[in-house]
């Protein structure tokens, strides 16, 4: 698991490779992410966009941003924790995501970047 805390924000990342959804000879490996968010500010916060940049070991590079995560743009008070599930398919056994959310404070309208750590996506069989 990898942690980042900007402004008072924990982000961790825990990561599973899911063999029975991947094809080796057909070069797709599925990966989920399990993301946990922790409002440690004095704050309340919502998390309004994500921007992931993904790559694999094949040189690709691939950037996704949009509103919210897994449909949601959740609120969390000062102590509240938000974990969400995702998913992301590679071209390769190895490969690596980091990004950012766009949080914004709802006291006065400020908008904060919070950090995604970068994390790595790895088929297990690889790391022997």
Known sequence: MV?????????SVQTLYHPEYSNAKQLHFA?????RIENGSNHTIQLLTRHWIIYDSCGTVTE???EG????QP????G???????GCNLKSEIGK???????QRQMDGKK???????FKLVVPYRLN
């Not at 995501?97 to 949080?103: K, P, Q």
């Open 64 to 66: 996704v941003k949009g």
């Open 3 to 11: 942690t980042q805390i900007t402004d008072g924000v924990k982000v």
């Open 75 to 78: 609120i969390l008070e000062p």
């Open 31 to 35: 990966f989920t992410y399990k993301v």
């Open 112 to 118: 904060l970047t919070v950090i995604i750590p970068e």
């Open 69 to 72: 995560v897994v449909g949601k």
């Open 97 to 103: 995501m980091r990004g950012s959310y766009t949080m």
């Open 80 to 86: 509240d924790i938000y974990e969400y599930v995702s």
